[in-house]
C-alpha cells in the first residue's frame, strides 16, 4: 500500500483495464443495435439492462436482493410483457 493508502497490485490494475474494455464494447453494441432495431422494440428492451445488472450483481459479486428489487424486476418483465409488439390481425373481410 503507498502513503495514501491506494493498492498498487498490478493484477488489480489488469482487472480494471479488461473491465473497461468489456463495457466499451457491450455499450458499442447497444448502440448500433437501438440504431438499427425498430424504436418500439428498443425502447422495451433497454428496460432489461436494469434486471441484467441486478442478476450479475447477485450471480458474480454476491450482491443481495431485497424483495424490493425482485418486485421492481417482476414489474418490469410485467410490463415489457404487457406493451410488447404484437402481429396484427387482418381485417374482417379482407382479401388473403
Given amino acids: 500500500m503507498t502513503a495514501a493508502g491506494a493498492v498498487t497490485d498490478d493484477r488489480l490494475a489488469d482487472v480494471g483495464t479488461h473491465a473497461s ?12 443495435a437501438l440504431g438499427a432495431l425498430p424504436a418500439t422494440f428498443s ?6 439492462e436494469a434486471i441484467a445488472a441486478a442478476a450479475f ?13 425482485t418486485l421492481g424486476g417482476l414489474f418490469i418483465l410485467a410490463g415489457i410483457w404487457v406493451a410488447r409488439p404484437r402481429a396484427t390481425a387482418p ?4 382479401a388473403l
Fill in 43 to 48: 425502447s422495451l428492451v433497454i428496460f432489461l
Fill in 91 to 94: 381485417a374482417v373481410g379482407s
Fill in 57 to 69: 450483481g447477485w450471480m458474480l459479486l454476491g450482491e443481495a436482493l431485497g424483495w424490493a428489487q
Fill in 21 to 32: 474494455t468489456f463495457w466499451r464494447t457491450a455499450l458499442a453494441l447497444l448502440s448500433v
